[in-house]
């Protein structure tokens, strides 16, 4: 069984682009995780999706990110207009379709941007 | 509103030695406690979870974790280091309210194991 992939592992984009970061959940998984690990700080939660919807997008910065985990296909984290301060590690974390408090969440390897 | 403090970002050991992890959790419901190390440029991996059927929680790699309500916290041990421990380690609390989704995580432990 496959882990959570994500693609690409590493992005550059320069200020002003646009950046699309892909995440396939584990087969049979219908939960997916955003999460974003800064430089010197710990990983922060960004948005929770299932299948065509937005569970809880709390920590999503209000411009410019916006997520989307459609039916087929993988979820997407989408960046418009990068600026430095977006240069991070990005990952995605799948559980299965139960969405239990106590499901593991598992982790892809993680994207990390760089915006030059 | 759920937070984790993880006491000292930096712990060193000797190969052998034992290994001790601070977390303490504050939630405003029942907690579950999960920990997980990541290696460089790797993604995280769990090591164990609390999710109250057991207050000594055993994982991989001879890690335990013990949760206690009293003293609100859940520390990772091992009781002989050994050089693949070399990691980054992070406590978290899963979610409260309607946010079950979302795990909040400690700032992460860097263990390092000396010969």
């Known amino acids: 069984n496959a882990g959570v992939m994500q693609n690409p592992r590493h992005l550059v984009r320069r200020r002003g682009q646009e950046a699309r970061l892909r995440c396939s959940p584990m087969k049979g998984h219908s939960h997916v995780y955003w999460y974003r690990q800064l430089p010197e700080e710990g990983l922060k939660f960004m948005v929770y999706l299932q299948k065509e919807n937005i569970i809880d997008e709390s920590g999503m910065p209000k411009e410019r990110f916006s997520a989307e985990f459609p039916k087929e296909g993988p979820s997407i984290l989408r960046i418009q207009q990068v600026v430095r301060g977006d240069s991070a590690a990005y990952f995605c974390?799948?559980?299965?379709?139960?969405?239990?408090?106590?499901?593991?969440?598992?982790f892809g390897p993680g994207t990390r941007l760089t915006v030059l | 509103a759920q937070s984790v403090t993880q006491l000292g970002s930096h712990v060193s050991v000797s190969e052998g030695a034992l290994v001790l992890l601070r977390c303490n959790y504050s939630?405003?419901?029942?907690?579950?406690l999960f920990w997980y190390v990541q290696y460089p440029n790797q993604g995280l991996q769990l090591l164990l979870k609390?999710?109250?059927?057991?207050?000594l929680v055993k994982g991989i790699n001879g890690f335990e974790a013990e949760f206690k309500k009293s003293e609100t916290s859940f520390h990772l041990t091992k009781p002989s280091a050994h050089m693949s421990d070399a990691a980054e380690y992070f406590c978290a609390v899963r979610g409260g309210g309607t946010s079950y989704g979302k795990l909040t995580f400690g700032q992460g432990t860097i263990l390092t194991v000396h010969p």
């Open positions: 609390y999710t109250s059927a057991a207050t």
């Open positions: 939630s405003s419901v029942p907690p579950y």
């Open positions: 974390a799948s559980s299965p379709r139960v969405g239990a408090w106590t499901d593991t969440q598992y």
